[in-house]
């Protein structure tokens, strides 16, 4: 396969729409890296308009907020479980997000301009155990990056959620239950740290 046809064909594969009953990491960053959150009300903004346009069309996973990219894990809704009067197709839903933020964001600080990289990356989950890679990826990533030294010293991302018992629209018992109990779900998150998932399909 020459060059040319090569990256027209992961072009192709990369703008795939996201398909009902399938799991998907999903994961973008900022246009040339740039910062995508400067202060703590982007982070909540971000997470608010997520809400909105995602909890509808998706369960969640996993997710975390780092200064220019995100990670999110989820799993699109089949028709039935969507029960939202609106129904957008999930690529949209996701576009919607971006949209909105970028809209918000820009006025905000006086700039003009898409925000994120386009298309947003998304990658199907297939396997338990790369399942349980992702999620404890995901959570390391502000270890990884050596913002921090233990996912537990990060507020933007699910990992405190899923060891407390209060309130939240992430499925944190079926994560839990992909690790067994909540040690093993502890104990798997040390032992991945400092891996990258995604070195064979980040360019």
């Known amino acids: 396969m020459s060059g ?23 994961y973008n960053r900022g246009v040339n890296s740039n910062v ?19 909890n509808p069309i998706a369960e969640t996973y996993a997710w975390c907020l ?3 990219h995100f990670h999110f894990l989820v799993k699109i809704k089949t ?18 997000l971006f949209n909105a933020y970028t809209k918000a964001f820009n006025k905000t600080y006086g700039r003009h301009g898409p925000l994120f990289e386009r298309p947003f990356r998304r ?9 349980q890679n992702v999620i ?3 959570h390391n990533n502000p270890v990884n990056h050596k913002i921090c030294a233990d996912p537990f010293d990060y ?26 109990d909540i040690e093993h779900f502890k104990q798997l998150h040390q032992e991945s740290k400092n891996i990258n998932i995604l070195d064979d399909y980040w360019d």
């Open 66 to 68: 780092m200064k220019n």
């Open 155 to 180: 507020s933007w991302s699910s990992y405190l959620t899923c060891l407390t018992n209060k309130p939240t629209k992430l499925e944190r018992s079926k994560v839990l239950s992909l690790f067994n």
């Open 136 to 138: 404890a990826y995901i």
């Open 4 to 26: 040319f046809f090569f990256v027209i064909f992961v072009m192709m594969e990369e703008i795939k729409p996201l398909e009902a009953g399938k799991i998907y990491h999903i």
């Open 79 to 96: 028709e039935e479980e969507n029960k939202s009067k609106n129904k957008i197709s999930p690529s949209q839903s996701f576009s919607n």
């Open 36 to 54: 995508l959150f400067f202060e703590s009300n982007n982070y909540s903004y971000f997470i608010k308009l997520y809400n909105k346009h995602i």
């Open 123 to 131: 990658k199907e989950i297939k396997y338990r155990k790369y399942l």
